[in-house]
């Protein structure tokens, strides 16, 4: 007799079908599943991209309550994500400042691993979440990182910061994402681009405030009370959320879900198409590149620069910070706007662009700012912060949504989680490689970084032709179908 956890799971090849022709419908059904046959949630007109929905569950999209939802998801993606796209900061105080005997590769493991943890954590959080809700899990990832980043107020040693911030605080974030994030697929369905992408600016929202508070901070009151500060900011958000984020519909087997329940399996990748693998591995190639700017965009600066190690913080190196403020800020607004063109247009579509122009701003601005040191302008280093960070919000808010579209709700956060946890060993070994490829060209200045930025257009390039598969094959080569 097949387990509880086998019944609840897609067999092999029951999920996603590819055609060859426009159809509407590429996601099947096989006949004779013990479940209803899928179809469009009867509360809404249905449009043409084709996600499961089963056909005994409506979606709100819409309400106080609804909204509430997301309010409390946008408050726990910025107790989370709004750190981790805070890692610049960090890690030009720390590299420069705290750790500045230890080499750069050294110092990213710190930041890599911060990485792991955020995402790592979700291959069982999101079958917890699919069976038991999000409350018990927020509440265990905002202790979890409190206490991490209250810790990390008196680090002083390496070995310090990997327990409090990498692995503690990393854990925390893992806790509060996935249930944040699913929540908001309980409650909106057509709809769901735009909410995740209001939800996510949570992320570009925190990724603004904090790098700018600190900067303020950290002359006035040191690196210990300005941390301190930070935490005090994100206990209020993470009581939001708590507060306001859950779930409403039902396990796959109700009253009968048990803790077999929670367990992942890894057959969500046997789909017969390769949807879900190739899926994975553009979101792990997406993640792998996303990480190398936000972390280092403020210590390029500051070498761009020239600034010396006594000015990490004043004058002119504040611009550094700022900097990493106007990527964040660019981001909100591609999140948002991202989420509902992929609503109108389809998410893969959508997908598919975004990751050109990251691509774009990467070798056609980033790269040449660092291959050119004669150049004293920094009008190309600006017109990349803008155009990343708006293009790169953009990937963050479509790959939840792209990943709802090959499965069900109620395994939802079965497979963003499990997804999650195979980017992860992508983000722990991002920073680190990068760190080691700034000492392995043996340049000075700016022009140490173009081996870290080549390495991340070229993990663009891969993300972008993994997304291109899969939508040719699950929906034929006709971009003029929405999905």
């Known amino acids: 007799m097949a387990s509880a956890t086998e019944e609840s799971l897609p067999r092999a090849n029951d999920v996603l079908k590819p055609i060859n022709d426009d159809t509407d419908m590429s996601v099947e059904k096989v006949h004779g599943s013990s479940h209803p046959p899928l179809e469009r949630a009867p509360s809404r007109p249905s449009p043409t991209d084709p996600a499961l929905v089963d056909a005994n569950i409506t979606y709100p999209e819409g309400g106080l309550q609804a909204w509430l939802v997301v309010l409390g998801a946008f408050c726990g993606l910025t107790a989370s994500l709004g750190i981790?796209?805070?890692?610049?900061?960090?890690?030009?105080?720390?590299?420069?400042?705290?750790?500045?005997?230890?080499?750069?590769?050294?110092?990213?493991?710190i930041f890599g691993i911060y990485s792991f943890m955020t995402f790592f954590g979700g291959v069982q959080v999101g079958p917890t979440f699919d069976a038991k809700g999000p409350r018990g899990l927020l509440i265990a990832g905002s202790v979890c990182t409190l206490v991490g980043i209250f810790v990390l107020s008196i680090c002083t040693d390496y070995y310090q910061f990997i327990l409090a911030f990498s692995i503690l605080a990393?854990?925390?974030?893992?806790?509060?994402?996935?249930?944040?994030?699913?929540?908001?697929?309980?409650?909106?369905?057509?709809?769901?681009?735009?909410?995740?992408?209001?939800?996510?600016?949570?992320?570009?929202?925190?990724?603004?405030?904090?790098?700018?508070?600190?900067?303020?901070?950290?002359?006035?009151?040191?690196?210990?009370?300005?941390?301190?500060?930070?935490?005090?900011?994100?206990?209020?958000?993470?009581?939001?959320?708590?507060?306001?984020?859950?779930?409403?519909?039902?396990?796959?087997?109700?009253?009968?879900?048990?803790?077999?329940?929670?367990?992942?399996?890894?057959?969500?990748?046997?789909?017969?198409?390769?949807?879900?693998?190739?899926?994975?591995?553009?979101?792990?190639?997406?993640?792998?590149?996303?990480?190398?700017?936000?972390?280092?965009?403020?210590?390029?600066?500051?070498?761009?620069?020239?600034?010396?190690?006594?000015?990490?913080?004043?004058?002119?190196?504040?611009?550094?910070?700022?900097?990493?403020?106007?990527?964040?800020?660019?981001?909100?607004?591609?999140?948002?706007?991202?989420?509902?063109?992929?609503?109108?247009?389809?998410?893969?579509?959508?997908?598919?662009?975004?990751?050109?122009?990251?691509?774009?701003?990467?070798?056609?601005?980033?790269l040449p700012d660092s291959l050119v040191p004669e150049t004293p302008s920094i009008a190309l280093l600006i017109i990349f912060t803008i155009l990343f960070g708006f293009v790169s919000g953009s990937n963050v808010s479509l790959t939840p949504v792209c990943l709802g579209q090959l499965c069900e709700t109620q395994e939802y956060g079965r497979y963003y989680a499990t997804c999650y946890t195979m980017v992860s060993f992508g983000c722990l070994i991002s920073i680190p490689i990068a760190g080691s490829l700034l000492d392995a060209t043996g340049s000075t200045g700016r022009q140490r970084y173009w081996g870290a930025i080549a390495y991340t257009g070229a993990s663009y390039l891969g993300a972008l032709l993994c997304f291109i598969w899969v939508r040719v094959r699950v929906k034929g080569s006709s971009w003029r179908t929405k999905w």
Do not use: K
């Open 84 to 109: 981790y796209n805070s890692t610049g900061v960090f890690e030009a105080y720390i590299s420069r400042e705290i750790l500045s005997e230890e080499p750069p590769s050294t110092v990213g493991w």
């Open 170 to 366: 990393g854990g925390g974030s893992s806790l509060l994402l996935t249930p944040a994030m699913g929540s908001v697929a309980h409650w909106f369905y057509e709809r769901r681009g735009l909410a995740s992408g209001i939800a996510f600016t949570g992320g570009g929202f925190g990724g603004v405030v904090f790098p700018l508070m600190m900067q303020s901070l950290l002359p006035q009151i040191g690196w210990a009370w300005s941390v301190r500060v930070l935490g005090f900011i994100v206990l209020v958000l993470c009581i939001i959320s708590v507060v306001f984020c859950r779930s409403r519909v039902p396990p796959r087997n109700g009253p009968r879900t048990t803790w077999r329940d929670t367990l992942p399996d890894m057959r969500i990748f046997m789909d017969g198409t390769g949807a879900m693998s190739l899926t994975t591995a553009g979101i792990f190639l997406t993640d792998l590149a996303y990480l190398v700017p936000m972390t280092y965009v403020p210590s390029y600066y500051l070498e761009r620069q020239d600034l010396p190690q006594d000015r990490t913080l004043t004058g002119d190196a504040a611009f550094a910070y700022q900097l990493l403020a106007i990527i964040n800020s660019a981001s909100c607004v591609g999140r948002f706007i991202a989420g509902d063109l992929g609503d109108r247009f389809g998410r893969y579509n959508t997908m598919i662009v975004s990751l050109t122009l990251c691509l774009i701003s990467v070798g056609c601005f980033f």
